[in-house]
């Protein structure tokens, strides 16, 4: 059972471009969860979503980022029009459609870079 | 002021000593996890609690509902086991994490 993929896994892009992140959860999760670790900083949720649905977005920025999760294929996170600002780890993670919702397994992170 | 603090930041120990991590929270919450994030950024589960402790290993994890405290402990420590921990709780009102900041520890030869 391959674990969550997380791709690409290092994006580099000038100001203004837009990143595409795309996560995939682990076999039979419907659950998926987005968090940034900004350089010497923690972990931070941004977004939990299931399938075809954004379930709590707080943690997401109001302009620019965007996150779906769609019944066919990955779990994207889109930032439009890149800052030097958004240089972080992008990590996802995804729990189970049944059983501890707690259980999150986390990829092995995107690491974006703004130039 | 963050919902989970952890101490100390940085923690560099010797070979072998015996290692404890704290973490306090303040929220209501339906888990605690640690975390283990190595110098490459890959993140690792290690426990999710809910009460009392866990032992996988030379690791411990203990948790106190009442006192909002978790601890890791880390016996025979070893230079393998440099890395960053989180503390994470899971909030009770939901399903998403709040995180510690870290500790980072470096076990010496």
């Known amino acids: 059972n391959a674990g969550v993929m997380q791709n690409p896994r290092h994006l580099v892009r000038r100001r203004g471009q837009e990143a595409r992140l795309r996560c995939s959860p682990m076999?039979?999760?419907?659950?998926v969860y987005w968090y940034r670790q900004l350089p010497e900083e923690g972990l931070k949720f941004m977004v939990y979503?299931?399938?075809?649905?954004?379930?709590?977005e707080s943690g997401m920025p109001k302009e620019r980022f965007s996150a779906e999760f769609p019944k066919e294929g990955p779990s994207i996170l889109r930032i439009q029009q890149v800052v030097r600002g958004d240089s972080a780890a992008y990590f996802c993670?995804?729990?189970?459609?049944?059983?501890?919702?707690?259980?999150?397994?986390f990829g092995p992170g995107t690491r974006l870079t703004v130039t | 002021k963050n919902e989970v603090e952890q101490s100390p930041q940085n923690l560099t120990a010797q070979e072998g000593e015996f290692i404890t991590i704290n973490c306090s929270y303040s929220?209501?919450?339906?888990?605690l996890h640690w975390l283990q994030q190595h110098p490459g950024g890959g993140i690792v589960s290690l426990f999710m609690?809910?009460?009392g402790k866990k032992k996988h290993g030379r690791l411990i994890a203990t948790i106190n509902i009442q006192e909002k405290h978790s601890s890791l402990h880390i016996t025979a420590s070893h230079p393998r086991d440099s890395a960053v921990y989180i503390c994470?709780?899971?909030?009770?009102?939901?399903?998403?994490?709040?995180f510690g900041t870290g500790t980072s520890l470096t076990v010496i030869p």
């Open positions: 929220v209501g919450i339906s888990a």
């Open positions: 994470a709780v899971v909030r009770n009102t939901g399903n998403q994490f709040y």
């Open positions: 076999k039979g999760h419907s659950h």
């Open positions: 609690l809910s009460s």
């Open positions: 993670a995804s729990s189970p459609s049944l059983g501890d919702l707690n259980e999150q397994y």
């Open positions: 979503l299931q399938k075809e649905n954004i379930i709590d």
